[in-house]
């Protein structure tokens, strides 16, 4: 090398190590993000990763309180600007139109939106009514297809394509004893996000979903009558039930709500998604593979 090689390389080696300690551009800056049942567990837990990378959320739900609760506390990590809350009730057609198009106002667009909403109510099929099944149906499926049309609306007004994501269950996949209702319910969710992705595609607008396992912990689900109903239909107290849902997963682990926001934001991102589109992500610790009951 004569001198001026040996500067050029040396100067170019510095330049690429200064770039390297730059800090890198959050993957989500600019991006707006709709999520239903942003108050509860795993809606909250969504809306702070999406906020960690750059995004301002729209938390939607029908608890008040509970709303409430999660602005302030999103808001006091992220800034006030970044969080707003609107009422929604995704088994209500108004509601669900008016709240999207609130949320498009608020912050000029949409681009992201998580149909999360969501109960767990279930009994065994000759106990359960045509109530609790419908209840099921309206919430789950119905709700997760309004929520679904009406972004698809927005979207394809903005002509910027988009990303949809739905949290459904592994129980749309494998039946689980003792929910009928919410095990069919969960199943249509995950069909309707594959037609949403099939006619969204020539939009460049993508659907995905993700199916968690039991998440005990942080859900408010899961700290109501859904633990007991399970627990009765597993025959175990609730440590046992637990230890269940760890034990049979491969990595011997149980599922948090921080997992579940993890995958969202997989499918979310243009940067980590793969351009990934009417897939599934299993959430479980690897129980979904494995043959363990
Ligand atoms: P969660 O109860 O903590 O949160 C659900 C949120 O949805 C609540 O804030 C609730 O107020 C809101 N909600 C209920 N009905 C609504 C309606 N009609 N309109 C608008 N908002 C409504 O429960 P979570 O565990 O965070 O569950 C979120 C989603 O994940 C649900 O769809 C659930 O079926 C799914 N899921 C949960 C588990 C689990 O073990 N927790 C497992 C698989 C799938």
């Given at each position: 090398l004569d001198e001026q090689e040996a500067f050029d390389i040396e100067y170019w080696l510095l330049e690429e190590a200064k770039l390297q300690r730059m800090p890198k551009p959050k993957s989500l800056a600019g991006k707006v993000a709709f999520i239903t049942g942003g108050a509860g567990g795993i809606g909250k837990a969504t809306a702070r990763r999406l906020l960690g990378e750059g995004a301002c959320v729209m938390l939607a739900d029908i608890d008040a309180e509970s709303l409430g609760g999660a602005s302030e506390e999103l808001s006091t990590a992220f800034g006030k600007d970044a969080v707003r809350t609107v009422m929604c009730d995704v088994t209500d057609e108004q509601s669900v139109m008016d709240s999207m198009s609130a949320s498009a106002v608020a912050f000029g667009g949409i681009d992201i939106v998580v149909s999360n909403?969501?109960?767990?109510?279930?009994?065994?099929?000759?106990?359960?009514?045509?109530?609790?099944?419908?209840?099921?149906?309206?919430?789950?499926?119905?709700?997760?297809?309004?929520?679904?049309?009406?972004?698809?609306?927005?979207?394809?007004?903005?002509?910027?394509?988009?990303?949809?994501?739905?949290?459904?269950?592994?129980?749309?996949?494998?039946?689980?004893?003792?929910?009928?209702?919410?095990?069919?319910a969960k199943a249509a969710e995950i069909q309707l996000a594959r037609a949403v992705a099939l006619e969204g595609a020539p939009l460049g607008i993508r659907c995905n979903v993700v199916n968690p396992d039991a998440v005990l912990r942080g859900s408010k689900i899961w700290s109501g009558k859904w633990r007991e109903e399970r627990a009765a239909a597993y025959n175990m107290d609730q440590q046992e039930l637990e230890e269940h849902y760890r034990n049979r997963s491969m990595l011997k682990r149980n599922v948090f709500p921080e997992d579940i926001a993890e995958g969202v934001y997989f499918f979310a991102s243009e940067e980590t998604s793969a351009k990934s589109t009417g897939n599934i992500l299993n959430v479980d610790a690897g129980h979904a593979p494995s043959f363990t009951r």
């Open positions: 909403a969501g109960i767990a109510s279930s009994a065994p099929l000759d106990e359960t009514s045509l109530e609790l099944w419908n209840k099921n149906m309206s919430i789950l499926s119905t709700g997760y297809f309004l929520v679904s049309r009406e972004a698809f609306k927005v979207l394809k007004a903005q002509n910027t394509g988009g990303s949809l994501v739905f949290i459904a269950s592994k129980n749309g996949l494998v039946a689980s004893p003792n929910a009928s209702a919410y095990c069919t």
